[in-house]
């Protein structure tokens, strides 16, 4: 269950096209909550999302048949007949085509942005300031 549980976290990301859930926080989960409902008409507990995400714990198989529903499959079952695969071996080649990738928050971005606005207004002040 827990590769199959991985992939419905992914593609649930995908679906929502927010930053990563390691940066997600107790609003983000509140929200995916009511996105459930409102696709589903399932009531989902935020907080039993947030210990799925984190902790891959499922306190009841009616929150894999939401997520699954939400990202458009009949149920938990349906969803794990349509993404069954058998094992995948990865060589030495294969593993350098695709490095690892490395993920800068939006956050940060957005922080290192305003961070040069100051920072450009500051030099500016003192460009003007000297003459």
């Known amino acids: 269950m827990s ?22 926080r107790p609003r983000d989960f509140v929200r ?9 008409q399932e009531r989902v507990d935020a907080e039993q999302l947030q210990i799925f995400w ?3 714990i499922v306190h009841s198989p009616e929150l894999l048949n939401s997520l699954a529903r939400f990202a458009d499959y009949t149920d938990w079952d349906d969803f794990c ?6 094992i995948v071996e990865v060589d030495e080649e294969t593993a350098l085509m695709h490095p690892p990738m490395w993920e800068i928050p939006i956050r940060w971005v957005i922080l290192i ?11 500016a002040i003192l460009l003007i300031w000297k003459r």
Do not use: M, P
């Open 54 to 56: 984190h902790k891959s």
């Open 81 to 86: 007949v349509r993404n069954s695969y058998g």
């Open 32 to 40: 995916l909550s009511e996105l459930v409902h409102a696709h589903t």
């Open 113 to 123: 942005c305003w961070f040069s606005v100051i920072a450009s207004i500051l030099v």
């Open 3 to 24: 590769r199959h549980a991985d992939d419905l976290k992914d593609q649930v990301e995908h679906i929502l096209r927010w930053e990563h859930a390691s940066h997600w």
